[in-house]
């Protein structure tokens, strides 16, 4: 972060400043007492378990120079706030807002936020490597592993630029109406990615048009003059074109004709990795422009994934030709997300448990019956799909016939809230053992320790809270680790 002294962060929050008002604030902004380093500030977050005020001592400990509160410390130098993850948002805008006016000598940044139903991580993931070589060092691009999406970790990502910055790459998610016009107001976007109207988190939203129009945010969001790069393939999302200030420009991507980026003679290889032809429309006298992709990433859905941050990058400045290159080289970074491990005794598994909604288990099933094809056994080792309201049930079971018309050879379903994939296969047709419901993880990592064989290809996914990324990490690592202590 910039620097700040007390005063100056007690100013952009509207806090009461209890400590010297010239401490400077000269390392990172953080909510875990155990990052705390020379300079830090600390923001005490009340939680359900624990309260981050009550290792704000700690924290000055190790060197932070100052506390975010919603109450005076005795002893600490504190800002006090009504509300402290409020006061973090302000902060960050505040930060931003310095950094875009060009403060210190910077660079002013520009901003790319991505939302959407399914896929916004590893669209910001492939963006941040679009966008590396651009800014010309890791100090100069922002672009955070994993899924900083929300009230508290955007904020925390926000206010890691600096005057070296050139490009913010940020990620929002929502649960409901107002959460991206919220985190949008943090951080206007210089260009905005809107991916997919689907229906994860729909138990929050109530419905589907909700979704849309929480997703429909970020075309309002943008700042005056900038891009909101929209999927044509998704209606609703096409028809937030509409939306948009007369200073916007819209661009869209996807597979049909009318896109502005998409894609063309799509194929998929033995290794569930799409490849396909980049076109690029140009106004004016331009014409098109072509470029060949090879993704490294696993699942065909990623190709949706590839066009929308290629349709950014291509605004920002970079050349087709580049954009296809460095698309064909990107890699999967945040954990979790169709990560495949080749286990050392020939099983292959894919690890995409870090969350799930039915459009993303669909995908990831289909991705699973392309890798095992005719000559290996599929696995499916399936945990529940959350915060979908009443269609919970009905949205479980369809998932369960798919594997069955998929011809998926084995179920694995885990848990009491993923049950009702269990009863659909058995509804669709599944018989025996094709299809087996265990209670826990551990009963599933039992069975599958003791049942999976050479050239299976074995597939993980459930909702975050199902926490079946600790059984992806064992199945993933635990023969090489066997292996090792031999």
């Not at 919220?182 to 138990?203: F, S």
């Amino acid at each position: 972060m910039i620097e700040l002294t007390a005063a100056q962060v007690a100013a952009a929050v509207g806090g009461r400043l209890h400590a010297d008002p010239d401490v400077t604030v000269t390392g990172a902004v953080i909510i875990d007492s155990r990052d705390a380093g020379p300079g830090a500030l600390f923001v005490a977050l009340p939680g359900e378990r624990v309260d981050g005020h009550n290792f704000a001592a700690a924290a000055v400990a190790a060197g932070a120079t100052l506390v975010l509160a919603s109450r005076e410390l005795d002893g600490l130098p504190t800002v006090v706030v009504d509300d402290p993850q409020t006061a973090l948002g302000e902060l960050a805008r505040h930060v931003l807002a310095t950094v875009r006016n060009g403060a210190d000598g910077a660079v002013a940044p520009k901003v790319v936020a991505v939302t959407g139903s399914v896929g916004k991580t590893t669209t910001k993931d492939l963006l941040g490597q679009l966008l590396s070589p651009e800014a010309g060092g890791e100090d100069a691009i922002i672009f955070p592993q994993g899924s900083f999406n929300n009230e508290i970790g955007l904020p925390l990502t926000v206010l890691r630029v600096t005057a070296a910055t050139r490009y913010l790459v940020l990620e929002m998610g929502a649960d409901r109406v107002g959460n991206i016009a919220y985190l949008t107001r943090i951080a206007p976007p210089d260009v905005g990615v809107v991916l997919r109207v689907g229906v994860a988190h729909v138990g929050h939203f109530g419905s589907v048009e909700a979704i849309a129009k929480t997703k429909g945010e970020m075309v309002s969001g943008v700042v005056d003059g900038g891009t909101v790069v929209l999927n044509a393939d998704d209606q609703r999302v096409a028809e937030m074109a509409s939306q948009a200030a007369p200073t916007t420009t819209v661009q869209t991507f996807g597979t049909i004709p009318s896109a502005d980026v998409r894609a063309e003679d799509v194929t998929v290889d033995p290794a569930g990795r799409a490849s396909f032809t980049l076109r690029v429309a140009r106004a004016g006298d331009a014409g098109e422009q072509r470029a060949d992709v090879a993704l490294q990433l696993v699942g065909p859905h990623h190709v949706s994934n590839a066009l929308a941050a290629a349709t950014a990058a291509l605004r920002l400045g970079v050349p087709v030709a580049e954009v296809a290159k460095r698309l064909s080289a990107s890699a999967a970074l945040s954990p979790h997300r169709m990560a495949v491990t080749e286990r050392p005794d020939g099983v292959t598994v894919i690890d995409d448990a870090y969350n799930a909604n039915p459009d993303s288990m669909k995908a990831a099933l289909r991705t699973l019956a392309v890798m095992a094809g005719r000559t290996r056994r599929s696995v499916a080792v399936l945990g529940g799909m959350h915060e979908l309201g009443d269609g919970s049930r009905a949205a479980h079971d369809e998932i369960g016939r798919l594997v069955v018309r998929l011809n998926i050879k084995q179920l694995v379903v885990v848990g009491d809230d993923a049950y009702h994939i269990h009863e659909g296969a058995m509804q669709e047709g599944s018989w025996g053992s094709e299809s087996i419901f265990v209670p826990d993880l551990n009963s599933a990592r039992t069975m599958l320790d003791e049942s999976l064989e050479p050239g299976d290809v074995v597939l993980v996914k459930a909702s975050h809270g199902a926490n079946l990324a600790e059984l992806g990490d064992h199945l993933s690592m635990v023969k090489t680790v066997e292996d090792n202590n031999k």
